[in-house]
């Protein structure tokens, strides 16, 4: 009998525990109704500023709405420089959450103060819904700058050019741009060596003998730079060196102490890359190896940045473009 | 929740008594002695497609196998096994088809000839609500050669067992409570089984922990029936904070409680009731939880003819998630190794059920924590076994021995989803199980058996443009064995096996942490016909050879064509 009196006990304690659990019936995922309804706009295209000044850290965001759930292609193009910006997305609405624009840009140029055509279009479906927007102040870059090339060739960078045919070593200015209205250009034919030229930023030479000033995780610390090579030509490489005073002497020692590389070869449209500090490697020979130093990452121990332009000896005329130069911090740069 | 520390201190004065496998240890144990499996295995594949002129039509391929488990027994308390696998590929030349692997690794044995230890590779399995691995997907319904086939050649390399376990590596602790008043006594397991190795901090290590007590009771409902179990099951799988510089760390635990009382001498009742909750690396948290109970009625006796009826209500909610219950068997996205490219397309083929025999890597040899995306090819009610989440299942099952040899299985579920996926109406499912087992007593004998199975899906009514709803899922199973010879040593086997789908369905496709991301739905169409003919010698209790005819002809929205295969296939286990 005892025994009758738990086990009902029992069965009635579960019981009323189930009882008690309450289930969140929500339906899961995408409704099906968005999905496959019958397309329809229901709210026309609007930007929720007329004029934006991205200098002052205003922010633009674009609304619609579509009666079902469906694919958008948002694209803002500068009628002046001819910059574009696409943010894509499905959705039923776009608002700040989907089609924010803080100024970056999708495809260089950078966007200058001018004013900017929007389109929304949606695959699939015919319909185009656009809108206009001024910029009245650029964006600003937040970012450690070693060189953007725009009051021409900084002269804390130590330079190393080797004798050849047809060097070219100047900044420019003809389009396609990049950010701004100046870049700088490398080229040359050095038929015995894989070096066409070379330059280098010294801890001494950046914010006045402080150094880079750069964070000690190297997870948030990232290399960035626009490139671009000659079209019709595919032998130029940039390899970026960073070499780390490992010991504090205030001098890197060649063989002992950390270099870190990646080496990079540009595409013939402009192109914004950026490096995580961490993912970088030592390279010998263009292959991964061993570290040299202590093996560590550590982004505040910066003695150098050497930027060098190579090509095959034998491959003839190399020449590449870069632009926008910067160390950025938690996240690559946005331009 | 009683513990055993708990009884023991209190009020039963519990007492470790011998278990049973201390009759184990005392029993002679040779010193040393060699188990394990052997095969050999050779197919002749014939591929016909129509029009399809660049795809080569013949592939052969065998090999034959040994699995040599070293048995080392240094005491009467300790057994040490080391299973190493040798194979050989039909057509290596002086040795360079032959490979060697680790099969199984294991240490077991007592302390105090009270607790049994298990450590290495173990065989494990708990409730099916808790950690079980699911079994093939026509598991106890394939005719007999081709069950033969898949547990000897895919089932047996993907260790699948009878018992629906899972090969890990780990250890366990078995022991028996005893008490002087109330249960008889209570056997405890226990285990802890690595997921994910840390390497050094490269990754984040993950382990599963749990057990389960299952206890014995005199049956105080009635006297005359048989003993009361009830039990506790908890399966707990972490990522180990400490061992990787990850701070976000999942975490699941399951934890239900099972019992199994017999109301009546005829009539029994057993139920599973618990609840998981899940930590996601995101930092989210589900829990939920899940109700079984099984009302069984047996009448009959075994030599004289049978019959058995259940009722079994299940209830999993959407968000229980019991990875070591939840794991389809197999992995729907991977192409198979025979005829992976086929048509002038050379598009990759989809794997069908013949591919299934043969192809372990066809297999998941571990679970998943996350469900991933539904494939429906096969099921639909429950793709996930009798755990799948978001489920309200009521079920009735009848077996009757309807007249002198004939047996007749018959099954009705109904299903309906719990939380609407992309809608508030609720999909609807059944599931229609026929089956009738004949024997015949002409020449040595024959058996034969034919079973119908139906699963439909159905949703309707969602909104004006969302398509309906409408899936069907028809099998057909034929099967007959001839006895040839008076020792049973010969038979011969004719089988055939229909399996298709067709109608509109939605896949589900979820993130790693569960979340419904998309809904896809389209139109399916597919029709695998499977024929099959054999015979079979067997020549002991654990050794048999077959040789056969196997046919695959398949047909899809997008292709039709067939394989067909002869087949020689022996195998020993010792």
């Not at chain 1, 099906?32 to 709210?43: A, I, R």
């Not at chain 2, 660049?54 to 080392?72: C, E, I, K, Q």
């Not at chain 2, 930590?279 to 009625?297: E, F, I, T």
Request: with cysteine.
């Amino acid at each position: 009998m005892r025994f009758h009196s738990k086990f009902l006990v029992a069965s009635l304690g579960l019981a009323l525990l189930v009882a008690g659990c309450e289930r969140d019936l929500t339906p899961d995922g995408p409704s099906l109704s968005d999905l496959y309804g019958t397309f329809k706009v229901k709210t026309a295209l609007a930007a929720s500023l007329a004029q934006v000044d991205f200098s002052s850290g205003q922010s633009v965001y674009f609304t619609a709405e579509t009666s079902i759930s469906t694919d958008f292609i948002l694209e803002i193009k500068g009628r002046t420089s001819g910059a574009v910006k696409r943010i894509t997305g499905k959705s039923r609405t776009l608002d700040a959450t989907n089609a924010l624009w803080q100024g970056e840009t999708s495809q260089f140029p950078t966007f200058q103060t001018e004013i900017c055509d929007v389109q929304l279009t949606f695959p699939g479906y015919a319909d185009t819904l656009t809108a206009v927007v001024t910029v009245t102040g650029k964006r600003v870059v937040e970012a450690t700058i070693l060189d953007d090339f725009e009051g021409g060739f900084n002269p804390s960078w130590t330079k190393f050019i080797q004798t050849g045919a047809n060097m070219q070593f100047s900044v420019q200015s003809a389009p396609p741009l990049a950010e701004g209205t100046s870049y700088y250009r490398m080229g040359g034919t050095v038929a015995w060596d894989w070096l066409i030229g070379m330059y280098e930023m010294p801890k001494a030479n950046m914010n006045g003998g402080a150094g880079f000033q750069l964070s000690n995780d190297a997870e948030k610390v990232f290399f960035n730079g626009v490139f671009r090579q000659m079209a019709g030509l595919d032998n130029a490489i940039i390899l970026l060196q960073l070499r780390e005073d490992d010991n504090g002497d205030g001098t890197y020692s060649e063989g002992s102490e950390d270099l870190w590389a990646v080496e990079i070869r540009p595409e013939s449209a402009w192109e914004l890359m950026s490096f995580k500090y961490s993912d970088l490697v030592t390279l010998v020979n263009g292959a991964a190896s061993a570290a040299i130093g202590n093996g560590l990452h550590e982004p505040e121990k910066l003695h150098r940045l050497s930027i060098l332009f190579l090509a095959n000896p034998s491959s003839g005329y190399a020449q590449c473009d870069a632009d926008m130069l910067a160390f950025t911090e938690n996240a690559p740069l946005a331009l | 929740m009683m513990n055993v520390q708990f009884v023991s201190r209190s009020w039963l004065s519990a007492l470790l008594v011998l278990s049973s496998t201390a009759t184990w240890a005392q029993e002679y144990q040779p010193k040393f002695s060699l188990v394990g499996k052997a095969r050999g295995v050779y197919f002749a594949d014939r591929y016909q497609m129509p029009d399809d002129s660049t795809t080569m039509p013949r592939a052969h391929s065998g090999h034959v196998m040994a699995d040599l488990g070293m048995r080392l027994v240094p005491n009467a308390q300790t057994e040490v096994l080391a299973m190493v696998r040798v194979r050989n590929d039909y057509g290596g030349f002086w040795g360079s088809g032959v490979t060697f692997d680790l099969r199984q690794l294991q240490v077991k044995g007592l302390i105090q000839d009270r607790i049994r230890y298990t450590l290495g590779d173990v065989d494990y399995a708990l409730t099916p609500f808790t950690f079980h691995r699911p079994g093939p997907l026509m598991a106890g319904i394939l005719p007999s050669t081709m069950a033969h086939m898949q547990q000897t050649l895919a089932g047996y390399d993907a260790f699948t067992t009878g018992y629906n376990t899972w090969r890990q590596q780990g250890g366990t602790v078995e022991f028996r409570t005893g008490f002087k008043r109330g249960p008889e006594h209570a056997d405890q397991s226990l285990f802890a089984f690595r997921q994910r190795a840390g390497f050094g901090g490269q990754a984040t290590e993950s382990w599963a922990f749990g057990g389960s007590s299952r206890w014995k009771w005199n049956n105080f409902l009635n006297r005359s029936a048989s003993s009361i179990y009830t039990g506790v099951n908890v399966v707990s799988i972490r990522d180990i904070a400490g061992s990787s510089n990850a701070t976000d760390l999942y975490g699941n635990t399951v934890i239900t409680g099972s019992g199994q009382i017999p109301l009546h001498r005829n009539l029994s009742f057993s139920f599973e009731a618990g609840g998981s909750q899940t930590q996601w690396l995101s930092g989210d948290q589900d829990a939920d939880y899940m109700l079984h109970a099984k009302l069984g009625y047996f009448k009959g006796h075994m030599d004289k003819g049978i019959s058995v009826h259940t009722l079994t209500y299940t209830e999993v909610g959407p968000d229980f998630y019991s990875p070591a219950a939840q794991t389809t068997p197999n992995i729907s996205g991977l192409a198979p190794a025979a005829f992976t490219r086929i048509g002038n397309e050379k598009s990759i083929r989809e794997w069908t059920y013949l591919d299934l025999f043969r192809e372990s890597n066809l297999y998941k040899f571990r679970w998943n924590t996350s469900l991933g995306s539904d494939n429906n090819t096969y099921l639909i009610m429950d793709p996930r076994g009798i755990a799948t989440q978001n489920r309200r299942t009521l079920e009735g099952q009848s077996t009757v021995d309807v007249w002198k040899g004939g047996r007749l299985v018959s099954s009705a579920a109904w299903a309906q989803e719990i939380r609407g996926q992309g809608t508030t109406k609720l999909t609807q499912f059944s599931r229609i199980d026929v089956a009738l087992h004949q024997r015949v007593d002409v020449g040595h004998g024959a058996k034969f058996h034919a079973r119908y199975r139906d699963q439909r899906a159905w949703r309707i009514n969602v909104g004006d443009d969302v398509p309906d709803t409408r899936y069907s899922l028809p099998w057909w199973i034929f099967g007959a064995e001839f006895i040839l010879t008076k020792d049973a040593r010969f038979t011969l086997h004719a089988e055939y096996l229909q399996l298709a789908h067709s109608g509109f369905a939605f896949d589900i496709l979820r993130n790693a942490e569960n979340q419904v991301t998309d809904i896809q739905g389209g139109e399916r169409s597919h029709m695998e016909r499977i024929p099959s003919l054999s015979l079979k010698y067997t020549a002991s209790e654990n050794s048999d050879l077959t040789m056969g005819w196997l046919g695959s002809f398949v047909k899809t929205l997008d292709n039709q064509y067939s394989i067909q295969n002869l087949y020689v296939l022996y195998a020993i286990s010792f």
